[in-house]
């Protein structure tokens, strides 16, 4: 079964905009994490933000922020004042940590253009 | 120490033939992963160590696949008779082993089978 649902199409966002990358995930594990990895053209993944499942607060890194709703399983991504540099694949990754787990499950990614 | 180094960064080979990729973690990282992401999808796990002990393994991770971590630092991930659905973009990771923390990923290795 898919942990991790990302499908929203490619999208274009102006420079300078905000934009969410929407995120849903599905666990009975009551202790897990969320994170957010970009990956430009390169191909390197580079970490975001990490929210987890007992955090009472948002997480919040710079220009990213994570829009945490644990009822509704979604975990979205706000990027604010978009920069050319942001268009890249976006995606979200879950570990569920019971039983020693340490894998990230990710969802398919998001692509992100930022046009200036 | 800049990160996780991953080498080659593209590997062509013709299909039957065998291939070894190599991945320097961060220095104090002791888990080290390994993720085969291809065109369109997000990175799939491969198998996971702790220091040199080899703890998980996913089902992707048929019998020509193998992996090693001897010392705990270094790993190498060997593919022995190619195939081309091997062909794929293969990712390493390290992280701490304390809490819940996020995984560090090198540039990858692309491997091309013709």
């Known amino acids: 079964a898919q942990k991790i649902t990302q499908t929203q199409p490619g999208m274009f966002v102006q420079e300078k905009e905000a934009v969410t990358l929407d995120c849903t995930y599905d666990t009975s594990d009551p202790s897990y994490g969320l994170f957010w990895y970009k990956q430009p053209s390169s191909g390197e993944m580079i970490f975001l933000i990490y929210q987890g499942s007992y955090d009472q607060q948002n997480a919040t890194e710079g220009r990213y922020s994570l829009n945490f709703q644990k009822a509704r399983k979604s975990a979205n991504l706000v990027i604010s004042a978009s920069q050319l540099g942001d268009s890249a694949m976006y995606f979200c990754?879950?570990?569920?940590?019971?039983?020693?787990?340490?894998?990230?499950?990710f969802g398919k990614g998001n692509q992100v253009v930022v046009i200036p | 120490d800049t990160g996780v180094s991953q080498d080659p960064r593209h590997k062509i080979t013709k299909r039957g033939q065998n291939v070894t990729f190599r991945c320097d973690p961060i220095s104090e990282h002791n888990r080290l992963y390994w993720y085969r992401q291809t065109l369109g999808q997000g990175p799939e796990f491969l198998t996971y160590?702790?220091?040199?002990?080899?703890?998980?393994k996913s089902r992707l991770l048929s019998d020509r696949f193998s992996a090693e971590r001897p010392k705990g630092s270094f790993s190498t991930l060997e593919i022995q008779r190619t195939e081309q659905g091997d062909s794929a973009m293969y990712l390493c990771?390290?992280?701490?082993?304390?809490?819940?923390?996020?995984?560090?990923f090198g540039q990858g290795t692309r491997l091309t089978v013709v």
């Open positions: 160590f702790q220091n040199e002990a080899q703890l998980e």
């Open positions: 990771a390290s992280s701490l082993s304390t809490g819940n923390t996020e995984a560090f």
């Open positions: 990754a879950m570990r569920e940590t019971a039983y020693g787990n340490n894998r990230l499950a």
